[in-house]
């Protein structure tokens, strides 16, 4: 018998955090795609906000998995 290898135990309350804050990323990005298709321009401020949004989210996620 071969056996599937262990997964580790994810934190349930770390993963509802990634999750709150993939989903405002989401909604920074469909605003910034909504103004762009508006006024065909997207503000350095606009930018700066998903840019800020996708490092939380990346510190959270690589949080999940220290032994990488």
């Given amino acids: ?10 934190d349930l309350q770390l ?5 709150t804050a993939l989903n405002r990323i989401g909604a ?3 605003q910034i795609a909504a103004a ?3 006024s065909r321009s997207v ?7 998903v840019l800020d949004a996708l490092e939380a ?3 959270q996620i690589d949080s999940l998995f220290p032994e990488r």
């Fill in 15 to 19: 993963l509802i955090k990634v999750e």
């Fill in 36 to 38: 762009a298709n508006t």
């Fill in 57 to 59: 989210a990346h510190v």
């Fill in 28 to 30: 920074n990005v469909n």
């Fill in 43 to 49: 503000t350095p401020q606009q930018l700066a906000r």
């Fill in 1 to 10: 018998l071969q056996r599937r290898p262990l997964r580790p135990r994810l």
